[in-house]
């Protein structure tokens, strides 16, 4: 690549786009922004592209001093550029769902969207942690307009504890960075991710990043803002909170709790995954009683997020892997299903699953497209969700059985809520009149679903792609967590074994 | 040997063909391309299978394509053919060609009927994976993927609650038996550090005697393991406690009863505890509980089948009962025997389903025995097949000849080998042999409930709509009875006057797309048993290391007693009898025996209330108690205390509830640059 600063770049263009947007009218402001995104979106592939995997750690990188050691440093490891990739992928098909379901102050709607995207790359690239929180913060201030400008019905309640819940976390974490530069000396997240901080330091920064990844995440107990604000968001807004925004506490888990705090992160593991038990449970049945589909695909993802925190606190590379995994495909398949919930939603303008049935007679490709995703949501093989959640289940059983128990019972009630909805919605008789006249999908709305099914299935049938560019990553962070790393409950002991030359011969006799 | 290529990969190309593209090509092209794939794939597959009968072949691994890699942990797609495959090649292909060609007259008219080729070739291709899966979790993949078949197929008639019900039940209660099959994965993956099989079972029998922690206990390796695994199998064999979904499945179309309730999916349980059968060997504990659960399903579910009343619930118990006796077969070792039962049964079931399929289409989609009666002589061809169904599932055949149908050979052979084997083995014999004769009775009472008689059609809600109506209307629940419109019957006059019971009604014999099927899987119901015994039974090279062959209990079997070789013949001819007894010689036999044997009647044919009881202590607490946690738990106390709370105590301070909006985000701005300065600040001194 040169010297090309193609993630300067790549953030320039939503940029530039975002201010044309405020300027111009409906019409425009969507062509510009539906550009912008797709430029973006051909700059991550050249990303990709060039993304040598197997080299340096740290690639694309740029650096320019600004003040007082605060760099405007970025770069990208494997990690960051998959995340990345999410982005921009979703980023056009956010436009798209958006192109006429949006009617009102059009130009500031796409701008705040351009901005999250500025803001979203930002996060995944920024080399320097003050530059980190910025954009980490920031990333949530077009979000909460999207919701509290264009949200439906109870949107300021929900703008309101969005608010409420990110503010708890981030005044911590805040002070937590400030103390870490100043006991480094250095604001560069490569460097602080080796530093080793004093256990007793740790455990006290551990826990103010906590604060504001596990809300971020969410995980239970502090998750209740994220069905309010999924309900009240336009469909655009939902498809980019739990398609990225929700992996922004992932990431900041395997960015700067595990690698930077790792005898911390051993020494509180036994809260993560309780938390996350609690979460698989209790969010998985919460999902099961909900009549409003947006609602339930909201719970649903809570107890997703939360085998994304047992893998990742299973301190092994399956589990590292298998999050990761989980938050790509999360990314992919939560956006889809809010997209196939806004399809139905632009027709009959209810998100009461119980106004719906029948949709398999007049919907049909409708009908298949959202079994594909709900199926993928529930884990079946051959999908991206169940790369992710099998190596991680199978990363955190390596550690705690009764945890990978409690997580793993998570296939059982994921079915169930799964396809209780998709059954209430799609099958059976049509029981009203004006869901039953509702058109197929447009031609649109082929597009926006179309790219993200074939995405869920190579990522399940061929998951190579997507974990070979962060291998050489997780085996890092992996032998940085392996002194800390707990030891496995198993305790195998080799008992005498049986003398392979009678192996078979033993049979029937017992 | 890449014809495996195209035996597993044509039925998915024509799948997604039919599938997504069926409104373009048509009914009938769909239909052409997934019959096609499936006959060509039946035509590849046995050769391979015959090339293993002749002992001239070796096990191979074809691999196809990288899937993961992570840490350890690797696993890719890759075709693996060894003798077990084989023998589930030929299985699977040939009952579902055969399926596919009958589905043409059955599901003839139906409005989606390229859907439904589209799932019957989907289903052949998952199961297809399963089989020929050289890791785990490629087995794990076509688990899963013919539970999604088996759960698009069962809600095919996606406008009928109650089939959309047991598609559901069969979804979540399959799923409950997949955990214990991924935690088995996950714990040979931790105890072996590899998930491909040949190399797992490699290394068994050096583990055995260890022991592992497993949710706080102390296990015996192998034992926790093999458990694990055998969950999974229980859940997809619909084994006693996990078999609830199985009969419900019947509300799926009745070649699909045939193909996936039947023959094939339903076997993968017994396939899978075969595959891993030097595993199981170095647990003779687990092996134990899959000799006790198999012998408890085998008398459950038979018990059951005495009783019911739907033609298809009857083979339906029926099916769960023979599996249990191919579990426990496999449980005390024997896994050639249940490797061969699963080979006749799948023959002769899929015939009695597809039968009962051809009895349902003639009598307008009635399916409660009680108002057949007196079919053999309208519907004979169907007669003759269900008959050698019937002769072949209850084994008849005789020892010293040489000679029975297939049914005979393999449960013969499983009697003799539990008994030989002693131990649990002994108890399982005579479960075995109850059930034999119980086997007996059910299977006999359908056919004469059905077959001989006197017509009692007239009371018959769906004959009497088809009398007078015509057969004009279709039913609104179910599209596929309208296939039988148009000709003969819709041209009958009503006529109450009859008074012979058959409402004016004329049964009429199936078309040949579906009577093509019947006979030839009317020569397999015959003579699978008798061509295939000596392989299947004692040769160990043909098995060829793919299965723990003990050739020291298999040469134990037939040294058995005589009386133990005639036990077979003898329950089953005690069934007939009865059978006879009750449903032809003394009508009101039953009734009078129901009466008296009152609460044990009931809670037989209430099916041992495990719907009640399951619905009571695992579907209703989970609804209420995920209403408990949303409004008591995320409402009730985490919102009041949290944010409700915070916002209260706010209001109460400032009256700060005008523009709110703005304000926050004025106010998060604010905090945002204030904690920058603050860190620059920091930073600076």
Known sequence: MGGFPILSVMLLVPLLGAIACLFLDAKPARMVALLATLIDLALGIVLWANYDIGGAQWQFTESAGLFAGFDYALGIDGIALMLIMLSVFLMPICIGASWEAITKRVGEYMAAFLLMEVLMIGVFAAQDIFLFYIFFEAGLIPMYLIIGVWGGQNRIYAAYKFFLYTLLGSVLMLIAMLWMVNEAGTSSIPVLMEYDFAPEAQTWLWLAFFASFAVKMPMWPVHTWLPDAHVQAPTAGSVILAGVLLKLGGYGFIRFSLPMFPDASAEFGWLVWGLSMIAVVVTSLIALVQADMKKLIAYSSVAHMAIVTVGLFAFNVQGLEGAMMIMLGHGLVSGALFLCVGVIYDRLHTREIDRYGGLAINMPAYAALFMLFTMASVGLPGTSNFVGEFLALAGIYQVNSWVAFVCTTGIILGAAYMLYLYRRVVFGIQKNADAAAMPDLSMREYLLLGPIAAAVLWMGVYPESFLAPMRADIEILDTRLATAAPESDAQLAIGEGAPIEEDLSHGGAH | MNSILIIVFAPLLAAIIAGLGGRIIGHTAAKVLTTGALFLACGLSWPIFLSFVGGDAQASVLPVLKWVQSGDMTFDWALRVDTLTAVMLVVITSVSALVHLYSWGYMDEDPDQSRFFAYLSLFTFAMLMLVTANNLVQMFFGWEGVGLASYLLIGFWYKKPSANAAAIKAFVVNRVGDLGFMLGIFGTFLVFQT?????????????????????????????????????????????????????????????????????????????MVCRLSPLFEAAPAALAVVTIIGAATCLFAATIGTTQWDIKRVIAYSTCSQLGYMFFAAGVGAYGAAMFHLFTHAFFKALLFLGAGSVIHAMHHEQDMRYYGGLRKKIPFTFWAMMFGTLAITGLGIYDLHIGFAGFWSKDAILEVSYAAGGHGTGAFWVGAFAALLTSFYSWRLMFLTFWGKPRWIESEHIQHAVHHGHDEPEEANPASQEDSGHDVAHTVPDPAHGDGTGGYHPHESPLTMLVPLGILSIGAIFAGQFFAGSFLDSASFWNGSIAYNAELMHAMHEVPKWVKYTALVVMLIGLFLAWLAYI????????????????????????????????????????????????????????????????????GSHYAKSVQSGYLTSYALIMLLGLVAAITWVLF
């Open chain 2, 585 to 652: 010689r003394s009508t009101d036999l039953p009734r009078k025996t129901a009466e008296q044997l009152g609460p044990i009647y009931n809670f037989v044919f209430n099916k041992w209330y495990f719907d009640e009881l399951y619905n009571l202590i695992f579907v209703k607490p989970a609804f209420w108690l995920g209403r408990i946690f949303w409004k008591k738990g995320d409402e009730g106390t985490i919102d009041r205390f949290g944010p409700n709370g915070v916002a209260w105590v706010v209001e109460r």
């Open chain 2, 195 to 271: 998930t491909s099989i040949p190399e797992i079972l490699a290394a068994a029998p050096a583990m055995q005697g260890s022991t592992i922690t497993f949710m706080g206990a102390r296990w015996d390796t192998m034992t926790i393991l093999c458990l694990l695994l055998f969950i999974g199998a229980m859940g997809k064999s619909a084994q006693l406690g996990l078999h609830t979904w199985l009969p419900d499945a019947m509300e799926g179309p009745t070649p699909v009863s045939a193909l996936i309730h039947a023959a094939t999916m339903v076997t993968a349980g017994v396939f």
